[in-house]
């Protein structure tokens, strides 16, 4: 028996918290929404613009496709409810650029909930694919979606 024994990390159930948002996933009414919630706080500390939200945004881009495939295999499906990590990384990449204050925060929330659900071009083709890499695409490109409508709002109104 060796005298140190390396404990195997538990990636499992590591991955499967990452995915859910530490369980926000599995709550049983709009689980999206609630995981779209939780990258406010990141926005909040990073604000929007700087490397701290920039270091958020690629720790959860990171995070999302390897715990989003994890989650998958213990479910069997497709793309399972549970997963809102991917709504974490399509909400920070829709605050990408865009500093932090409540009416921006409202309205670019709004943004990426619709077009989340919405989906069209390029954020309809991923879902409509198979693959964990897909499940966390379609929510980026409403992400880009949203930050983008953000922008010809605010140029619009001045």
């Known amino acids: 028996m060796p ?7 538990q990636g499992r159930l590591f991955f499967r918290a990452v995915a859910s948002g530490l369980g926000v996933g599995f709550m049983p009414v709009a689980p999206g929404t609630f995981g779209s919630l939780l990258a406010l706080p990141l926005w909040f500390w990073g604000g929007g613009t700087g490397l701290v939200h920039y270091c958020a945004l690629a720790g959860v881009l990171l995070l999302s496709v390897p715990s989003a495939r994890v989650e998958m295999r213990e479910t069997g499906r497709r793309d399972p409810p549970s997963v809102v990590i991917d709504e974490v990384a399509g909400m920070l990449l829709a605050a990408t650029g865009i500093p932090w204050g409540w009416k921006p925060v409202l309205l670019l929330f ?4 619709f077009f989340d659900i919405v989906k069209f071009g390029p954020a309809a083709w991923a879902d409509a694919r198979e693959g964990a890499m897909y ?15 953000y922008r010809g709002i605010a140029w619009l109104t001045g």
Not at 3 to 9: A, M, S, W
Not at 135 to 149: E, K, S
Request: net charge positive; charged share 20%.
């Open 110 to 113: 709004l943004l990426f909930r």
């Open 3 to 9: 005298i140190f024994q390396v404990k195997r990390f």
């Open 135 to 149: 499940v966390v695409a379609d929510d980026l490109a409403a992400g880009v979606y949203a930050n983008l409508a």
